[in-house]
């Protein structure tokens, strides 16, 4: 990062009979705008999407979660590792919250974690379903969310889920790390059933039996069965 600003000002000119000025390039005339800038970050946006990124909007989950979700892809959340590789942290502080010994990185603490990934166990045996083995986050989300078959239907809870698990991994983490509190896996799995009812419920969406169904068998509660 430091190099490619180096290489930058080595391009500029000083002069000093004139005085400096912001300008957005994008727009000399006008200048900058709220509209200007979400132009031109919907403009880069690649043409050509992979599935995990179709998958990370919901129109049943709060949009913070999408946001969450969409770093998370990219490797954008401040999990140790990163925050170690940008200097943020020392190296020796770059070992997973949950105590497990091992490095936080992305992967580790969404998927490989013996704390935290153990959860998708739990889950996979809440829904009814074989566990989903993944190399990578991404690939993760897409079987995941094909792990129950392949109606529309289904594949749009299964998204959900995930999405939610994601949420409640990374909640606890902070809890962890900022607050010193501390959920079993169990506990986890509580609240991810918790959130999707009420995510359903909120959004206008017609569960056929009450919370307690929900608890047992969401599939039967959405007529998936």
Request: proline share 4%; with cysteine.
């Amino acid at each position: 990062m430091l190099r490619e600003w180096q290489s930058l000002l080595l391009t500029l000119t000083l002069q000093v009979q004139s005085s400096d000025w912001w300008q957005w390039q994008p727009d000399p005339d006008e200048g900058y705008t709220v509209r200007g800038a979400y132009q031109l970050l919907t403009s880069q946006v690649p043409s050509t999407l992979d599935d995990a990124d179709k998958l990370i909007w919901h129109t049943h989950v709060p949009l913070k979660v999408s946001i969450l979700a969409w770093r998370l892809l990219r490797d954008r959340l401040p999990t140790r590792v990163n925050l170690a590789t940008r200097g943020i942290l020392a190296p020796a502080a770059h070992f997973c919250v949950s105590g497990c010994g091992e490095a936080e990185s992305a992967h580790h603490l969404f998927i490989s974690c013996s704390t935290f990934g153990s959860l998708w166990t739990l889950l996979c045996s809440w829904i009814g379903i074989a566990p989903v083995h993944s190399t990578s986050i991404r690939d993760h989300f897409v079987q995941f969310t094909c792990a129950a078959g392949g109606a529309r239907t289904r594949r749009s809870f299964m998204q959900l889920i995930w999405l939610v698990c994601v949420w409640i991994v990374w909640t606890e983490r902070n809890h962890r790390l900022y607050r010193g509190s501390e959920n079993s896996s169990i506990q986890m799995l509580d609240k991810i059933k918790i959130l999707s009812f009420w995510w359903l419920k909120s959004t206008s969406v017609t569960l056929t039996s009450n919370y307690h169904s929900w608890w047992s068998s969401p599939f039967l509660c959405l007529c998936l069965v």
